[in-house]
């Protein structure tokens, strides 16, 4: 069964560095997310993504973060300069379609930023 | 206010007694869908079953059947003989079409639940 991956699982950087989170989503979907989870709290949205642009995107997606799809099949999700309060599980999730369709997350990169 | 809704932080049931996880929602777009997930303590999203605000009937996916009360704007998870592997936090969520024509996931706090051999 189709599924969507994310790489790397974990990931530990210091802050003010640059972190590239990656997702490989189900091949035949056209809309793809970034949401994060913080520690014991509940799972947020980040960005939404068709058609090689930003549909929409949340307060939390500052200047800091960006999206791309640079080859057709990976979506990443950049920080540029990454803060304490970015530690958290990053989830990329992908839908077939328009509407009424189940969005499939991955299993998350755990990002910890010291 | 809150869009989701989990009263139940936590939760304790029996192996094969049948629980129930409560999520109402607050929405005002007549077209909206409801989603619960579980999330065991690996971390990952497990889709579990869907729910359509049109849909005249109430979904079910094996042992998970979703109790949809339209009109009390509630959306609660029903696990019928549950197992140990059920341990796990169950989000419920729903996706309304924003501003922007995304359908993004807006998710509840979770709740905990437990199974107790």
């Known amino acids: 069964e189709p599924e969507v991956t994310q790489t790397p699982s974990h990931q530990v950087t210091q802050m003010g560095q640059e972190v590239i989170l990656r997702c490989v989503p189900i091949?035949?979907?056209?809309?793809f997310y970034w949401y994060r989870q913080i520690l014991g709290q509940k799972v947020e949205f980040l960005v939404s993504?068709?058609?090689?642009?930003?549909?929409?995107k949340s307060e939390i997606f500052d200047d800091q973060f960006s999206v791309e799809r640079p080859d057709g099949s990976n979506f990443t999700l950049k920080i540029r300069s990454t803060k304490l309060e970015d530690s958290a599980m990053y989830f990329c999730?992908?839908?077939?379609?328009?509407?009424?369709?189940?969005?499939?997350f991955g299993p998350g990169t755990r990002l910890l930023v010291l | 206010a809150q869009k989701i809704t989990q009263t139940q932080p936590g939760m304790f049931v029996q192996e094969k007694e049948a629980v129930t996880l409560d999520c109402t929602y607050d929405?005002?777009?007549?077209?909206?869908?409801l989603f619960w997930y579980k999330q065991p303590s690996s971390g990952e999203m497990i889709f579990l079953i869907y729910?359509?605000?049109?849909?005249?009937q109430n979904a079910t996916e094996g042992r998970y059947s979703l109790n949809f009360q339209k009109a009390r704007k509630s959306a609660n998870l029903v696990i019928s003989a549950s197992q140990l592997g059920d341990s796990a936090m169950y989000f419920c969520?729903?996706?309304?079409?924003?501003?922007?024509?995304?359908?993004?996931?807006?998710f509840g706090k979770g709740t905990k639940l437990s199974v107790i051999p």
């Open positions: 999730a992908s839908c077939p379609g328009w509407g009424r369709e189940t969005q499939y």
């Open positions: 091949s035949n979907h056209l809309y």
């Open positions: 993504f068709y058609n090689n642009e930003i549909s929409e």
């Open positions: 929405t005002s777009d007549p077209s909206y869908g």
């Open positions: 729910q359509g605000s049109y849909d005249q």
């Open positions: 969520a729903m996706r309304e079409l924003s501003g922007a024509g995304s359908y993004q996931l807006t």
